[in-house]
Nanobody, 123 residues
Framework: QVQLVESGGGLVQVGGSLRLSCAAS????????TGWFRQAPGKEREFVAA????????YYADSVKGRFTISRDNAKNTVYLQMNILKPEDTAVYSC????????????????WGQGTQVTISS
C-alpha cells in the first residue's frame, strides 16, 4: 500500500502561482511513477501531469504545458506540482496518484490516490 497526502492548495488570483505537494508513505516511493489529475465541478477528472520514477520522463496535458512543472524528490518521498500563470479554468480538486512502472496519462492505470486538495483561481 502507498498512502498519498496532498497539500498546498488554496485561493489565488489569476496569473498567480501555487505549489502543490504530495507526500507518500508506505512503500519505496522511488519504485512508483506519480501523477496529478484534477476534477472541476460538473466535469470529468482530467490528466494534468505525470513523472517517471527517476524524474527523467515527464508528461503534461496540453492545457498546462509551459505553465505547470511536475517534479519529485525521492529522498523526501514527495512529488510536487508547480503551477504558474494560473487561470480560472485551473480551478479544481487536484489529486496525486501513483503506480508501479512507468507514468501514464490515464487515470484507471494508477493504483493509489490521495484525497485531493482544492485549488481555486479568482478573476
Amino acid at each position: 500500500q502507498v498512502q498519498l497526502v496532498e497539500s498546498g492548495g488554496g485561493l489565488v488570483q489569476v496569473g498567480g502561482s501555487l505549489r502543490l505537494s504530495c507526500a507518500a508513505s508506505g512503500r519505496t516511493f522511488s519504485d512508483y511513477a506519480t501523477g496529478w489529475f484534477r476534477q472541476a465541478p460538473g466535469k470529468e477528472r482530467e490528466f494534468v501531469a505525470a513523472i517517471s520514477t527517476s524524474g527523467g520522463t515527464r508528461y503534461y496535458a496540453d492545457s498546462v504545458k509551459g505553465r505547470f512543472t511536475i517534479s519529485r524528490d525521492n529522498a523526501k518521498n514527495t512529488v510536487y506540482l508547480q503551477m504558474n500563470i494560473l487561470k480560472p479554468e485551473d480551478t479544481a480538486v487536484y489529486s496525486c496518484t501513483a503506480r508501479l512502472g512507468g507514468p501514464r496519462r490515464v487515470a484507471n492505470e494508477y493504483d493509489y490516490w490521495g484525497q485531493g486538495t482544492q485549488v481555486t483561481i479568482s478573476s
